[in-house]
């Protein structure tokens, strides 16, 4: 599955050097991991019927919710 937030911005187009980059990238990170973990939350409490009008199944939810937040 690919979220809006696994597109990061690379440093220099954030203007962005030095220590600062690392900070940035470490920034993206962990909105990145928020993001991942907040969508799992919110499919696993999807209905069925929601499940069926999204083109997935339980067993389908049951993977991706047993993920940990780091793996994409």
Do not use: N
């Amino acid at each position: 599955m690919t979220y809006a937030t696994d597109i990061q911005v690379p440093c220099k187009a954030a203007g962005v050097a030095g220590l600062g980059c690392l900070f940035w990238a470490s920034l993206q990170t962990l909105q990145l991991w928020y993001e991942r973990s907040r969508q799992r939350r919110r499919l696993a409490h999807l209905d069925d019927r929601l499940l069926r009008d999204i083109g997935i199944d339980r067993i389908a939810v049951m993977e991706e919710i047993s993920k940990p937040f780091w793996r994409g």
